[in-house]
């Protein structure tokens, strides 16, 4: 046993001089000098030979054990973690409780409510999460996200009153005055975090990668709280959404309710909605509906008896609505009932982000050490608005 434990604590070692070298040259970016590849392949080299070593020596233990011919003078208590009860169970199963060592019997023992015990089979952890699926986030694909490296805002200048249309006149007239005047929006990223602790103990047992599932889970959680405020945020200390009517987003002028009753949406409701959008806009248009939407417009026909609905027959074609493509999100409004949202058309290239600090994750190692936890912090900063009203129409039920 002292050999094996020797032989993995050089293999530990190697492990992680390897990384190290790989680290390096990455954050260098850059590829291995000749001196430190020929040290990495040495490494390597004896990395297999440790392992095969390792590998043989656990399986002559293993049978020594079985035939009770263990020359280890003076056994120590094993640890049953680090025991390989799958062996010993199939052990058991052949040739009873009697081939068992001690340990391997405690290692395998369930006590019950009286502490008989029982045998149990041994528990394999497989390499895969089992949770419910992920909602997708869809606007900030198709939204302009501009990154902030020296401002702490960002300034969105706007044209508030457009030139007139030009006078037809004589040849030294100039046609009449007028007027042209420019505002602007500005947004102010707003921090956005959230704490996660994990046990140390679980950190060190699990099948996955702790540290990783921690990142990806905060990724996908920062995403979903971004999405929200997208869609419906207020603008307070947050983004303001497409779906919250504004003026200093999308207001109530860009909301149709025409052809659409007070608790559904037809057909004419949504022909009236894509022809508020002026033509320069639908090339890029995309609607989004929530999916209760999307199943309820799945029944629609015009008045030729024809679904609005299309599918794309093309390969990789998206599905349609009056030749549209469209995106489903679980954050989208999906009350139907009177005035309420339940739909927005638009060339989302004109909804802006800025983000002044993109997700990082920041370790607590011993904040948490007396509960024998550590911690993660998720901080990000964003902000976002409509540039541009004109750019979208929400669809509204009458």
Known sequence: MEKILEMKNELGKLVKQSRDLLDLAEKEKRSFTADEDTNYKKMEARMDELQESIQREERQLERERSLGQTKDPDPKPADPEKLDTRAAFNKFLL???????????RAMQADSDTGGGYLITPQTIVMELLKNIDDMTVIKTL?????????????????????????????????SETDIAFGKRVLYPKPLAKRVKLSNTLMRQAALSPEQLVRERLAYKF??????????????????????????????????????????????GLINAKYK????????????????????????????????WQPGLAGGAPDRILDIPFLMSEYAPNTFTSAEYVGIL?????????????????????????????????????????????????????
């Open 95 to 105: 040739n009873g409780m009697n081939s068992l060592s001690s340990e391997e019997a």
């Open 143 to 175: 939204s302009r996200v501009i990154p902030l490296t020296t401002a702490k805002s960002l300034g969105v200048p706007t044209l508030d009153t457009d030139v007139d249309d030009a006078d037809w006149t004589a040849e030294l007239k100039t046609g």
């Open 223 to 268: 995403g979903v709280t971004e999405e929200k405020a997208y869609m419906t945020g207020d603008g307070v200390t947050k983004p303001l959404g497409v779906f919250t009517a504004s003026a200093d987003g999308i207001s109530t002028g860009r909301d149709i309710s025409e052809g659409n009753t007070a608790t559904k949406i037809m057909p004419d």
């Open 277 to 308: 959008l002026k033509a320069g806009y639908l090339t890029r248009a995309r609607w989004i509906f929530h999916r209760d939407a999307i199943r309820d417009i799945r029944k629609l026909k015009d008045g030729n008896g024809q679904y609005i």
């Open 346 to 398: 638009g060339d989302f290239s004109h909804y802006w982000i800025a983000v002044a600090l993109d997700m990082q994750m920041i370790r607590l190692s011993e904040l948490y050490a007396e509960t024998n936890q550590t911690g993660f912090i998720g901080r990000m900063e964003i902000d976002a608005m409509p540039a541009l009203e004109e750019a979208f129409v929400r669809v509204k039920l009458g």
